[in-house]
């Protein structure tokens, strides 16, 4: 994996997530953005020195550098062309307000390797 975009900035929390990306070595340019929480992630030592950091805000995930709101959906083609793999099996467990139950009761059951989405 070339970079992580953590819309949560969640991923620091496991150190094992940034072993997913190619080394400089490798070819890899180790990039890591991740939603700016007011936790200074650099600081506690949780993105390791040799991974790029980049703090955003969250409306800056999804608008590409020129200004172009379209960058989720640039994502998608790239995922539907098959230039880009998500890392994750992804299960649509419903959709709408309703499909949070029993998107909830389907991570109660347990789940591994699997991400859980309610389409809106």
Known sequence: MDAIIDAVA????????FRTLRSEEEGGPMLYAHVFTGRDLEK?????EEVKATRVFGH?????????LSAMNRLADL??????????EVE?????????????ERLR???????????L
């Open 60 to 68: 800056m995930m999804f608008v590409t550098p020129d200004g172009d």
């Open 44 to 48: 506690e030592g949780l993105i390791p």
């Open 92 to 104: 649509v467990v419903g959709s709408g307000l309703e499909g949070i139950g029993p998107g909830l």
């Open 10 to 17: 969640a991923a620091a929390e496991d150190q094992g997530v």
């Open 79 to 88: 995922v539907d062309q098959g230039s880009f793999r998500l890392p994750l």
């Open 109 to 119: 059951e347990g789940v591994s390797g699997t991400k859980l989405v309610v389409a």
